[in-house]
């Protein structure tokens, strides 16, 4: 290597540097050569404590964990690829972050636009793969070395990172030869008082001006995916009614009505409804849309807010007002509210109450129910008993992630409120990368550097102490198994993937088509697997347990040392 740095890494440098100056904490590399400097300069920087940098081989768990990191942590997470079949890797991520908002950045590497479209090798336009699907691309010529690159380079990360707010960036960087020289950070200025902790941080939840409402009209709140809590306060500042899917981060509260389906079919309901509002992106039922459409058309108010960078939710056209944030101006009439949210409140609880396992009659003599309980400990998990015992376990210093899978649905139709939080791909509900973003959150959960005071002057992170659950079927895990190798020597996190195994893609057992039963059905529909879950997971370093008897199951979701596959097998 030549004593003058490389332009590459002299580029490469001042915009890792400006990301960890404007807030950005964690680097997720994927290897190659176009981006070695990309890559040197992460782990340097990893090194001196100003980023997190975790390496996985596969492009797609790469973005799919810097993905679950962004999502938890509120904060955009880098990923850094080479040229060619690596970009297209990334769409998965890219598209569920444009989906969902989450503030993901791609960085990747490229040659130079004289040798694009002649046949070079690894070479293609990478633009073009992720254009579509990202809120801003950036395509960036070969450093040449000339005077001014580092300070144009810090200029374009710090318009990255501020674009990320609305959901994936792109940048595209060509590099040339040579591609990296020698970079210690003790050559830099030191960073800027405070940084990076005190930069601020791309929120996912900005509350940006909004509309006035007062309560009065009788109101229902849908929340669905990525709602968050305001969706709750709100319905309870508005004395609403209050229908959560157990994936939106609002599923709690005196409001919330759990058989949310069955009351928006309810005559009753729909005559008495005047005002409908909605947070986040509804996905887990049919009756949530379809009660948008019938709402507006019986003169009922819609009114959506808008989540940052999606997509407005807007079923049948019949949305009637958009709008970015809600404020609830005075409180509800306690007697008139209650009249209203009582009767649906009540059916609440009456399902909850009468919904549960066990049967109503063995509680006749103590002997009985004795004898019931033992009976019920020693039989096998029902997807209903695992959906509960999971969400059981879990507490708001934990984490729990859902798949797309029958499992949650379940969850959807019979969880009891409680106040934790919940993530989920539902932005285009997607099987793939699920255990890798499961392990994003739960690193980004326990966030290791911040409790070694690396970041100085840091509280450890409100879910510090706890435990990440993945709930995942069959098919997803294995589609995404890949997720579950770690970088050499990095923090192995305490997750537990609970994998309801039922030997293949039983959702579409709900659909119409199962019932008519065609040939073919289960090798093309079902795709039927025997894959050793157990083998896998020993495989990649995880520990693992079994759990085929109800007894066994709270105890095997409570403990978690490190990484570990729950396998849970389900009937069909
Ligand atoms: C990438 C991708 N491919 C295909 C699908 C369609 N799909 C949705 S659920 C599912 C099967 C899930 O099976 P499993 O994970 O075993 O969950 P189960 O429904 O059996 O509980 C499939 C193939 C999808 N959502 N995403
Ligand atoms: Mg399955």
């Not at 319905?235 to 939106?248: D, I, M, Q």
């Not at 709690?252 to 949310?260: D, H, I, S």
Request: hydrophobic residues 45%; glycine residues 10%; negative net charge.
């Amino acid at each position: 290597m030549s004593a003058r740095p490389a332009p590459a890494t002299v580029v490469a440098a001042a915009l890792l540097t400006a990301f960890t100056e404007a807030g950005v904490r964690e680097l997720v590399v994927a290897p190659g050569s176009r981006s070695q400097a990309l890559a040197l300069v992460a782990a340097e920087l990893e090194r001196a404590g100003r980023a997190r940098l975790r390496v996985r081989l596969d492009e797609r768990d790469a973005a799919f964990l810097a993905l679950g990191l962004a999502k938890e942590s509120g904060r955009p997470a880098v990923v850094i690829t080479t040229s060619g079949t690596a970009v297209a890797n990334l769409h998965p991520a890219v598209l569920e972050a444009r989906h969902s908002g989450v503030p993901l950045i791609v960085l990747t590497a490229d040659r130079p636009a004289s040798l694009r479209g002649i046949g070079s090798n690894q070479t293609t336009d990478h633009l073009g793969v992720l254009g579509g699907s990202v809120v801003r691309g950036f395509d960036v010529g070969a450093p040449t070395g000339e005077p001014g690159e580092a300070e144009a380079a810090r200029a374009l990360a710090a318009e990255v990172v501020a674009a990320s707010a609305a959901g994936p960036v792109h940048l595209n960087v060509a590099f040339t030869e040579p591609l990296s020289s020698a970079w210690r950070i003790d050559d830099e200025a030191p960073p800027p008082a405070g940084s990076p902790t005190d930069a601020p941080a791309v929120s996912l939840d900005a509350a940006p001006a909004g509309i006035e409402l007062a309560p009065g009209p009788r109101t229902a709140v849908i929340a669905g995916s990525g709602a968050g809590e305001r969706a709750e306060a709100v319905a309870r500042e508005l004395g609403a009614v209050l229908f959560a899917e157990a994936t939106s981060g609002a599923r709690f509260g005196p409001q919330l009505v759990v058989p949310y389906r069955a009351v928006i079919r309810d005559e009753a309901f729909l005559d008495g409804l005047e005002r409908l509002l909605v947070f986040g992106h509804p996905t887990l039922s049919r009756e949530a849309p379809w009660l948008v459409e019938r709402a507006a058309s019986a003169g009922a108010e819609v009114i959506v807010v808008r989540s940052p960078g999606v997509d407005d939710y807007n079923p049948g056209h019949a949305v009637t007002a958009f709008v970015d944030a809600v404020r609830v101006l005075g409180t509800p009439d306690d007697r008139a509210a209650r009249s209203w949210t009582g009767p649906w409140v009540s059916a609440s609880r009456a399902f909850l109450a009468t919904s549960d396992d066990v049967p109503s009659d063995v509680h006749a003599t103590p002997r009985a129910k004795e004898r019931h309980e033992l009976a019920a400990l020693r039989t096998g998990v029902s997807r209903r008993a695992l959906v509960d015992a999971v969400w059981r376990a879990t507490w708001p210093h934990d984490r729990l992630v859902v798949a797309a899978s029958r499992l949650v649905r379940e969850l959807d139709r019979v969880v009891p409120g409680k106040r934790i939080p919940v993530h989920a791909n539902r932005g285009l509900a997607g099987i793939d990368g699920t255990i890798s973003t499961a392990v994003g959150v739960a690193l980004a959960q326990q966030d290791d550097l911040a409790r070694q005071d690396v970041l100085a002057g840091e509280a450890p992170p409100p879910g510090a102490g706890g435990i990440t659950r993945l709930l995942v079927g069959d098919l997803a895990f294995l589609h995404d198994v890949g997720g579950l190798a770690f970088g050499e020597g990095e923090t192995r996190p305490r997750i537990l993937v609970v994998v309801g195994n039922d030997r293949g893609g039983t959702i579409f057992d709900e659909l119409e088509v199962a019932e008519a039963g065609p040939a073919g059905y289960d090798r093309v529909m079902l795709t039927p697997q025997t894959a050793s879950i157990e083998g896998l997971a020993r495989a990649y370093g995880w520990d693992y347990r079994r759990v085929e008897q109800l007894g066994d199951l709270a105890p095997a979701l409570s403990a978690c040392a490190g990484p570990t596959v729950v396998e849970v097998p389900l009937a069909r």
